[in-house]
């Protein structure tokens, strides 16, 4: 391994919107975004983020991936943290042929992987006239 594998990578800050009573800090995760002719899928790394800490909407053509990651207790002294206690924060606009009904979401050993299925296009349609 190369010096450049092993080097560490900051973590970027993300501004939640409007104003908070607590002094929280939000971490922007790394995501990959990847599309198909079928679908978008945006996979985000948000280690230590448990599935009940996670949260993921639609609003308004805005993809929003929220998680939080607690304090663990380890039983130990900790030599080093890299992953500290705090909320995970990116949104994304979406395009509108994304079919919102048929969006999933899946976390796995701290990746968050959210598909979103594109709508099929509007089909020709013959439509019969009825008489009187």
């Known amino acids: 391994m190369s010096k450049q594998e092993l080097k560490v990578q900051e973590k970027q800050s993300a501004?939640?919107?409007g104003e908070?009573?607590?002094n929280e800090i939000y971490y922007a995760p790394q995501v990959d975004i990847y599309e198909t002719e079928q679908e978008v899928v945006v996979v985000a790394d948000v280690p230590g983020v448990l599935p009940e800490g996670v949260?993921?909407?639609?609003?308004d053509n805005v993809l929003t991936i929220q998680g939080r990651r607690?304090?663990?207790?380890?039983?130990g002294r900790m030599v080093l943290e890299e992953y500290e206690p705090g909320h995970y924060l990116r949104r994304f606009t979406v395009a509108e042929t994304i079919?919102?009904?048929r969006i999933e979401a899946s976390l796995a050993d701290g990746v968050l992987r959210v598909r979103l299925p594109k709508a099929a296009p509007a089909q020709p349609k013959k439509i019969?006239?009825?008489i009187g």
Do not use: M, N, P
């Not at 949260?55 to 609003?59: R, T």
């Not at 607690?70 to 039983?75: A, I």
């Open 55 to 59: 949260d993921v909407s639609l609003e």
């Open 70 to 75: 607690d304090v663990e207790q380890h039983g």
């Open 15 to 17: 501004r939640a919107q």
């Open 99 to 101: 079919d919102q009904e």
């Open 128 to 130: 019969a006239v009825k």
């Open 20 to 22: 908070h009573t607590k």
